[in-house]
């Protein structure tokens, strides 16, 4: 899921460069404050002297749930609720940056713990086989991967 | 009572629940008959108009069926702090002098299951939309679940917030769920979002509230025994908060909505937290019940579970807590919620709240809603 020729599910959100796909954030010139998706002012100190940041691909899990329901459809892009499969949803702290609220690669409670390392990665969008776009989630890290660190 | 004091000198509801035949426009207007009849007085009297709904129609259409009298009327969709911004508009134009009676109204209608927003209303992208981010249970999912790693709370806990709404519930002819539940049959209901089951969680449903607010000589002459509203705060988030609907979350953390609204009513009133006698709180879920409580300054954070089990906020407790059985048992009619706290708050103090009546005559009362995308309303209620 990492090539660099992916469909995003909207532009501006994330970028796949070199097979490692980035978060678009943003960042506030005046106080450094960091928010996503990019803003054109700070939410903080309403400076408009704003710019692009790309963000950190790893982060730890600051909180978790399951959605355990199929979500309405609009605004949810599933076209078939009847196929529908529980997925997880967290907010992923990227250290000196921001929470950013995403899916989760894992959906099993018993394997997701407030405080573990995650990287980003790409799944495909819901009726994303149908449509062929992907979106951003995190993906708890292997004990490979963080002893790499 | 001094010439500035704005009080409620009548109360109105239609019931919470389903009604398939009724138009929400037609449950307003029920509701603020019987607001109008408590208070003796008549509609044409009424000279200044608040309320709305968020999915059941414009409130002002209602002068169609309660009299083309040509009160200034403001509508109010402010999501589910609907009823509270309707009542602090009421609130501030009393204090102003601008209106001597006025009517708020909050009222709504439903369709079963999850709110579906679209996310361009919120100033979010198709895209939060469409990959399933934008739900309110998940929002409240993850809040609790982060406030429980820190504070301590258990997940027998949140069972035991739902228990006592649907008990409460059952005690009240005017709730949509009047069946007790036992915590083992909460914590036994499907998952929704860990760690909330079904039944911690309420259902959008329908219903009506309305309130007739007076000051100066129609307070003091009111027929009923007046409840004075003391204050009400309107607040949105500020930087740092962690909110519905939010792509992002700053890791500076500020104060919430409720926490900032809370205090702002406090202050207004002259009156403190350890005052309250009864409090309505936002309990879109259980553990929006426990969190609210600290926020809103009626608790310190991680007493709640002390607070809960040792039975504090039962209606016999020292500090009974959605004794109507709150959002959890009438469900969340959005525009009606805030003012049908109002409206327990004032059966209360009246000591007209039948079986569900708190002991001890009750002096001060306390309300609080919270909503998307982090905006709250409390209010501070004494007689």
Not at chain 1, 35 to 59: I, N, W, Y
Not at chain 2, 178 to 192: D, F, G, N
Not at chain 2, 261 to 287: C, K, R, W, Y
Request: aromatic content about 6%; glycine content about 12%; charged content about 20%.
């Amino acid at each position: 899921m990492n090539g660099d020729s992916v469909t995003p599910i909207t532009e501006g959100l994330f970028t796949v460069a070199g097979g490692l796909v980035r978060l678009i954030g943003s960042q506030c010139a005046r106080c450094g404050t960091v928010a996503f998706p990019r803003q054109f002012s700070c939410p903080k100190c309403t400076s408009v002297e704003v710019s692009e940041r790309l963000l950190a691909r790893r982060g730890t899990l600051w909180s978790w749930t399951i959605q355990c329901f199929p979500p309405k459809s609009p605004p949810y892009a599933a076209d078939d609720p009847g196929a529908f499969e529980p997925y997880g949803v967290g907010y992923v702290e990227l250290p000196g940056e921001v929470r950013v609220e995403a899916r989760l690669t894992e959906a099993d409670p018993g394997r997701l713990r407030i405080g573990m390392p995650m990287e980003l990665t790409l799944v495909p969008a819901p009726s994303g086989e149908a449509r062929g776009a992907v979106t951003y989630a995190f993906r708890p890290m292997t004990e490979e991967e963080q002893s790499e660190r | 009572m001094s010439a500035e004091d704005v009080g409620i000198i009548g109360t109105g509801i239609y019931p919470f629940g389903r009604h398939p035949d009724v138009t929400g426009l037609q449950m307003a207007v029920a509701a603020a008959r019987a607001a109008l009849a408590d208070a003796g007085v008549s509609w044409p009297e009424i000279d200044f108009a608040a309320g709305g709904s968020d999915a059941a129609g414009n409130a002002d259409t209602s002068v169609a069926m309660l009299g083309l009298t040509g009160v200034p009327f403001v509508n109010v969709r402010n999501g589910c702090a609907t009823g509270g911004s309707a009542l602090t508009v009421a609130h501030a134009m009393l204090r102003a002098g601008s209106a001597d009676l006025a009517l708020v109204v909050g009222f709504d209608k439903h369709p079963p299951g999850a709110f579906n927003p679209e996310p361009e209303d919120w100033g979010l992208g198709r895209w939060y939309g469409e990959t399933g981010l934008m739900l309110t249970t998940q929002f409240f999912a993850m809040k609790i679940q982060r406030y429980m790693s820190e504070h301590g709370i258990s997940t027998a806990t949140l069972a035991e917030v739902a228990a006592k709404a649907f008990r409460n519930g059952a005690l009240n002819p005017n709730a949509w769920r009047r069946r007790s539940l036992t915590a083992q049959e909460i914590l036994a209901s499907k998952m929704v979002n860990h760690p909330l089951t079904q039944f911690m969680f309420c259902s959008p449903g329908e219903g009506a509230t309305a309130l007739v607010l007076a000051r100066g000589a129609r307070l003091r002459g009111s027929a009923r025994p007046p409840v004075l509203l003391r204050s009400v705060a309107l607040r949105t988030r500020s930087f740092g908060s962690f909110e519905v609907f939010s792509p992002s979350i700053a890791l500076e953390s500020g104060p919430s909505p409720t926490t900032v609204a809370a205090a702002a009513a406090f202050e207004a009133a002259g009156i403190g937290p350890a005052d309250v006698d009864i409090a309505q709180v936002q309990d879109t879920e259980s553990g929006a019940e426990v969190m609210h409580l600290a926020e809103t300054g009626l608790c310190q954070h991680g007493e709640q579970e002390k607070l809960i089990t040792s039975g504090a906020t039962e209606i016999g407790g020292r500090l009974p807590v959605n004794t109507d059985g709150g959002c959890l048992a009438n469900g969340e009619p959005i525009g009606a919620s805030g003012l049908r706290q109002v409206h327990e708050v004032v059966l209360q103090l009246r000591g007209e709240a039948g079986e569900r009546q708190v002991p001890g005559r009750p002096r001060v009362g306390f309300t609080h809603v919270y909503g998307a995308p982090g905006v709250s309303a409390c209010a501070v209620l004494s007689r």
